[in-house]
């Protein structure tokens, strides 16, 4: 069984294409080879700065030989269609065999394809993977026309087996397969030969090359680790670093170096962030003071002064770029310091937020009215969540901002706290972008809650409004996150909110407030002109007329914002692990569009139908569902006329009315109470009463008055059980 | 690798090693083009060049002028005029990573000393509708060049594709001189009987123009000019082709000229911030507009490689 080994040999591929472009390698080279008819016992890809390469072990040395039946005209057939029949075959008609086929007989044609050796299969299926390979973006160089993600030098593509190591013939536009390949681009350019994947990995080490990005990754975070730890220090963890930095290096060298104590008052996430996305530093921080004192940098190769050479000059361009952090630092607390934060935030007029949603001041201004009037329900002050929401984008025009975006909101909390502003209110500034994704915390303190809240609402019924909506995979404005962000945060803090009511208010205050922007935009003379500072008064905007046809519109807005919050809840919870058609059930009935309520209804439903009698009253109820169902449309009329119990014949059956009774008295309060499990406690108390029911009665008797009047019981059931939540929707 | 070149004693001596280098190589040695620009890009040595089936290889120093990045000579990196050395080859060769390390080591970079290293970084012009795949190349972490491979200019695909290879010489030859404030490197040799540094040329033009684009640049007539420069570069390309004589000559270069304009024109307006977030784009679109129909023309001359050139009469 021969052994595979490809290298694809190119010039430095991007970091963040390496992953990926190794799995595909190996998912579609394999797959071709399978198609061909080889099979395999394993494969492993890799990917280094400058090669993607496949090892494929124990593939079979040709395909199999394969024979194909096909049936032809039916006996008797013009010779002219049996003729062409054999041509499309590629048989002689001579092989033709007449079978029986169905009433009659066909004639028949075998044809065999006889198995190729793996070498030529091989060098077509690379040739085509090459070819269409899916870079996430490639290009052309030089004259050539072939497309690779960065020039394409060199392929090695090899079969080994015990008689030796083999050349795959193979030559794409000039570039032609080989046994050789080089080492690291300055310690160990020669090319040199290898046999087979385990003479190629060693070769590659002994030439500065580690071609496992996990083994690189290991081996950073491990050298990275015991510098800081003997100087009694710790590495910031960072894994999207680590990986990026593994995919920048073929052979790490990890260096550690001091930040210059000017700079070491900086906030952390400032050095953090200016260390990570200018530099690709690692941070060092002391454990004993949080604060950040040196970086780790990843070098690509050895040096006979031990790296000093390198660590100076990265020590130096550190300094420059943490100069500029800091003159944006000092200045910005000066703005603040003379201005307050309020004062920063006075550029935003001129920021244009969306032409037809008007500045972001226009936005802070709906943002902190919202905020005020969510306030109450989420136990914050209204006047300190409107002062956090007035200030919590101040920073945007911050200079630190400016040059570091990532630090939005974190920087407002700096700066808040330095204008003096409540602790309160500078959380907000931190937290109210917060959740980001749908593992980012969720901010729990009541001004952060209001003012999140008011931001990601204005942002979704902002963009109903204008109606642009996320379609398919295009969302540009994130608004799919910030509705499951909206979620989170009402149901982290039990934030109770009829949203339904809610949403078309603020979609009609948006609406009204883009119809001035449009007009204020649209009665600009030309592009070619000077753009006006829009300054629109938020209080104002009610009196921008609006039609019935707008009317129409905002309640269509709003209900379809209502929907697409029910979807992103789904998705939510069925990642959460409750199940869809529990949420449907739930999601029928009333108040469904407080978010709060439905998910706590949600889960008592779910844990219910986990209990046995839960379980079972849904099939006790669905019976009886369906035998009313049943005669309700036989009959024609709805027996809701209320079971009379003196007609109750046996036991079981008074037992079904006594129960009902107590479920009910039981039901309607905790429904009033809305303690969701007691009620579906009590419901699920019918199930046995229900099953002996059914165990012993008949519904449909011959006695007119006995049948109605258990199908008026029948009613009872459903009429208890869709009280607490829409039993017809769950699955069965 | 071949040894490396002794540290050089200027940045003059740093721009002279390049231009020997890439002459070596055998690129035209140009002279900057004589018109203001935010990049060597735009010098149509780079932009125009690139376009169409011909061979190109040249080489050159363009003064580029960033308005927005001037600090009064005050900043150690930032300036608002700097220099940038531009290499473009087309088709690009295939050794040309090793072309450019050479060029490193010509300068005295020697990289069994340093970390040289090739980062993912994709280059788009948005004014000149063009864009390339490449990287930023980091010497010690410090970005010392971009190289690109041209991919489009002007909204056309670039057949050859050209390599292009941009230095910045001021932070280069910072790092290669040891140097930590700009104005402090030696422009000449230390050594010279009138040794002049970075800032005796220009500490003086930086604080003056820095005054001038954030604040006295009259925006009224920048606008116009602007307005004008749109105006005279869509006149010239509307032009017949041939002349007065009957012979055929398209205008592509002296209308590439007006796109120049246009662009530095709004870069000025945009370091006074009188032109707002949405607006922004919308002059973005007018110069790409502009360059479009530049590389359309100069498509139809004879360097642009047209080979159906119209018959002179």
Redesign the interface.
């Given at each position: 069984m021969p052994d595979l080994l490809i290298e694809l040999f190119s010039e430095e591929i991007p970091a963040r294409m390496q992953a990926r472009a190794a799995e595909d390698l190996k998912r579609l080279m394999t797959q071709g080879l399978v198609d061909a008819g080889l099979t395999y016992a394993g494969a492993r890809a890799f990917a280094t700065p400058r090669r993607l390469a496949l090892a494929v072990a124990g593939l079979t040395p040709e395909s199999p030989t394969r024979r194909e039946e096909r049936k032809g005209p039916r006996e008797g057939a013009p010779d002219a269609a049996i003729d062409g029949f054999a041509r499309s075959a590629g048989v002689p008609r001579a092989a033709l065999e007449l079978r029986a086929a169905g009433k009659g007989r066909a004639w028949f044609a075998t044809i065999e394809t006889p198995g190729r050796p793996a070498a030529g299969i091989v060098a077509e299926v690379l040739e085509g993977v090459v070819r269409g390979f899916p870079w996430p973006k490639s290009m052309r160089w030089g004259a050539g026309s072939l497309r690779w993600v960065r020039p394409l030098h060199a392929i090695l593509c090899i079969l080994t087996t015990e008689a030796g190591a083999e050349v795959v013939p193979l030559d794409i536009d000039g570039i032609r397969a080989g046994d050789t390949t080089r080492g690291h681009r300055f310690m160990a350019p020669d090319p040199f030969s290898v046999t087979s994947f385990e003479d190629y990995r060693a070769k590659l080490k002994r030439a500065f090359v580690l071609l496992d990005a996990e083994e690189r990754a290991d081996h950073i975070w491990i050298e990275a680790h015991n510098m800081a730890f003997a100087q009694g220090l710790e590495v910031v963890e960072d894994k999207a670093l680590l990986a990026e930095v593994a995919g920048l290096v073929e052979w790490p060298v990890v260096l550690m170096g001091a930040i210059a104590p000017d700079f070491l008052d900086l906030p952390p996430e400032v050095l953090q962030t200016s260390m990570r996305e200018h530099q690709k530093f690692f941070s060092v921080r002391n454990p004993a003071s949080g604060r950040i004192e040196r970086f780790v940098t990843v070098a690509s190769r050895e040096t006979a002064d031990a790296g000093a050479t390198i660590l100076a000059g990265n020590a130096k361009v550190l300094a420059a770029r943490l100069s500029d952090a800091k003159f944006f630092w000092e200045n910005d607390l000066r703005v603040v310091s003379q201005k307050g934060l309020e004062g920063m935030a006075e550029g935003l007029a001129q920021v244009t937020f969306h032409n037809k949603l008007g500045s972001q001041a226009d936005r802070i201004g709906r943002i902190e009215a919202l905020a005020r009037e969510i306030a109450p329900l989420v136990g914050a002050q209204p006047d300190l969540a409107a002062e956090a929401a007035r200030v919590a984008k101040a920073d945007l025009r911050s200079e630190m901002v400016g040059e570091f975006p990532e630090l939005q909101g974190t920087m407002g909390g700096y700066y808040a706290r330095a204008a003096g502003l409540p602790e309160a209110v500078a959380a907000a500034c931190r937290e109210h972008y917060q959740p980001l994704g749908p593992s980012d915390a969720v901010p729990t303190a009541p001004v952060s809650v209001a003012v999140a809240l008011a931001d990601k609402l204005d942002t979704l019924t902002g963009f109903w409004a204008i109606d642009e909506k996320p379609t398919g995979s295009k969302d540009p404005y994130a608004l799919r996150r910030a509705a499951l962000g909206v979620i989170r945060l009402m149901l982290t803090n039990g934030t109770r909110v009829t949203l339904g009511r809610m949403l078309e208010l603020r979609v009609d205050f948006c609406l009204r407030h883009s119809k001035l922007f449009v007009s204020v935009f649209s009665a600009l003379p030309s592009a070619t002109d000077r753009p006006p500072t829009i300054e629109i008064d938020v209080k104002s905007t009610a009196s921008a007329e609006i039609s019935t046809q707008d009317i129409a519109f905002i309640e269509r807005a709003a209900a379809d914002l209502l929907a697409f919050l029910h979807d992103r809840l789904k998705v939510h919870l069925r990642e959460q692990g409750v199940r869809h058609d529990v949420i449907d059930a739930c999601l029928a009935m009333p108040n469904a569009d407080d978010l709060t309520l439905l998910v706590r209804r949600a889960e008592a439903l779910q844990a219910m139908l986990q209990t046995e009698d839960g379980e079972n009253l849904v099939q006790g109820f669905r019976r009886a569902n369906n035998i009313l169902t049943q005669a309700e449309d036989r009959d024609g009329v709805e027996y809701s006329f209320g079971a009379d119990p003196r007609l109750a014949q046996g036991p079981e059956e008074e037992a079904l009315f006594a129960a009902l009774d107590a479920a009910e008295l039981a039901i309607e309060p905790a429904m009033e109470a809305e303690d969701f499990a007691a009620a579906m406690h009590a419901m699920a108390a019918l199930r046995a009463p229900i099953d002996a029911f059914f165990e012993a009665v008949q519904i449909n008797t011959d006695n007119a008055v006995i049948r109605r009047n258990r199908l008026n019981l029948l009613h009872r059931i459903r009429a208890v059980c869709l009280s607490v939540a829409d039993l017809t929707r769950l699955e069965g | 690798?071949a040894d490396p070149a002794p540290r050089p004693k200027s940045f003059q001596e740093v721009i002279l090693r390049l231009q020997s280098y890439w002459a070596a190589q055998g690129c035209v040695i140009l002279q900057p083009y004589d018109m203001e620009v935010g990049a060597g890009t735009f010098h149509p040595a780079t932009t125009l060049r690139a376009l169409g089936p011909r061979p190109w290889a040249a080489a050159y120093v363009q003064p580029s002028r960033r308005p927005t990045d001037g600090r009064y000579g005050d900043n150690?990196?930032r300036l608002q005029h700097y220099y940038q050395f531009q290499v473009l080859i087309k088709?690009?060769?295939?050794d040309l990573?090793e072309l450019y390390l050479g060029s490193l080591l010509a300068i005295g970079i020697d990289?069994?000393?340093?970390?040289?290293?090739?980062?993912?970084d994709?280059w788009e012009s948005p004014t000149l509708g063009a864009w390339?795949?490449?990287?930023e190349v980091w010497?010690?972490?410090?970005e010392v060049s971009q190289f690109t491979?041209f991919?489009q200019v002007g909204g056309h695909d670039c057949?050859?594709?050209s390599?292009e290879l941009t230095y910045g010489l001021e932070r280069l030859a910072m790092?290669v001189l040891g140097v930590?404030h700009v104005m402090e490197m030696p422009f000449n040799d230390p050594a010279a009987p009138q040794p002049l540094t970075y800032g005796d040329v220009f500490r003086q033009t930086e604080r003056e123009y820095s005054r001038w684009n954030f604040e006295a640049a009259d925006?009224d007539l920048l606008?116009q000019h602007f307005?004008d420069a749109e105006a005279e570069c869509e006149r010239i390309l509307a032009a017949a082709p041939e002349d007065d004589a009957g012979r055929a000559i398209v205008m592509a270069h002296p209308a590439y000229d007006q796109c120049i304009k246009a662009s530095h024109l709004f870069n000025l307006l945009d370091a006074r911030g009188?032109?707002?977030?949405?607006?922004r784009q919308?002059y973005i679109g007018r110069v790409r507009m502009l360059a479009r129909k530049c590389a359309d023309a100069f498509l139809t001359t004879e360097a642009g490689g047209a080979t159906t050139a119209p018959a002179d009469a």
């Open positions: - | 690798m150690p990196n088709p690009s060769p295939p990573q990289p069994a000393f340093h970390d040289i290293r090739f980062v993912e994709d390339g795949l490449g990287w010497c010690d972490g410090m491979y991919q057949r050859p594709v390599g790092y930590d925006t606008f307005k009188v032109i707002s977030v949405t607006e919308a």
